[in-house]
């Protein structure tokens, strides 16, 4: 059977009529940059993640860096967030002069371990990036009282998590800003680079729509230094079409990671993704624990399933990041992860077959 990790074109083709009608409408006002299209993505995905302001931008890494921008997080700041996640988490924490702190991850949940926040904090510490892992969310309660009790600004990474809840609050809502990536493999992707930045804070708002077009509110004059980010008016307006499926594209896949956790929980080698009770999750990657990982996913190869590894190694064993002198044993629950996750086929258009296929090919090496 011909399996990809992931199916775009099957996507685009069942709501071809509407995403090509949008596309055109676009071309046919011939307005590109901030127009009316991505004002009302910004108004929709706000309301439908219970925030206030949405501020479309380039990638959910630029998402990130203005958000840290805005704070004026720059040389000699610290900020805190976990090795086990995407490395523009991090990376634009570095990319402005400030230094990453990780902090190890809970093991169960793959998100950053409240426990040991505390440890972490310096005179230096200014913000903590909570990474909202594979669609589920960090333990925000704990995150927001310690950010509260020493003032830091806390900036969600949500790229792999629209419209996942954490006790009934949406992900990106609760913190100062939350993060959106549009990549075109994230649950709410675009065809091309897109991000948006969440807040319900006005005067962050604004300085962040100033921020990502070169730091002007009024066309050439400029009262900050900012950068060139904009979502532009085309992937807005494909976005805007996907948004009205995007609730129905989520059930689809907690559908599909039910029946995978059915088919999968006696096998005693692997872990089904663990889930805390006030948590959805909304399975941007559905990713097991398992023994033999590397032999496990070669069999898979061998037998036509395609596999990915998110993520192969963690961020303090990078190399970008050696200057920071962390070593191997300095975030054992991380590095354990890196060597134990395998993800595996998920999004809304996986069929019964294809997804059974999967499980077959799993139970074959166990059995
Ligand atoms: C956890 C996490 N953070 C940040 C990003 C960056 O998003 P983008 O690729 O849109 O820049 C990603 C995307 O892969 C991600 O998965």
Known sequence: MNMPLLDLTKQYHAIKEEIDQAVIR???????????????????????????YGIGVNSGTDALLLSLMAYGIGNGDEVITTPFTFIATAEVVALLGAKPVFVDIDPKTFNIDVQKIDAAITTKTKAIIPVHLYGQMADMDPIMDIAKKHNFVVIEDAAQAILSEYKGKCAGSIGHTGCFSFFPAKNLGAYGDGGMILTADKETAERLKMLRNHGSRIKYHHSAIGCNSRLDEIQAAVLRVKLRYIQKWTESRRQIAERYNESLKDIVSLATPFKEEWNTCVYNQYTLRVQSRDRLQKHLTDNGIPTAIHYPMPLHLQEAFSYLGYKQGDFPESEKASSDVISLPIYPELIDEQRSAVVAAIKSFNS
């Open 26 to 52: 676009v071309l046919e006002k011939g307005s590109f940059i901030l127009g009316e299209e991505v004002q009302l993505l910004e108004e929709e995905v706000a309301s439908l993640c219970g925030s206030t």
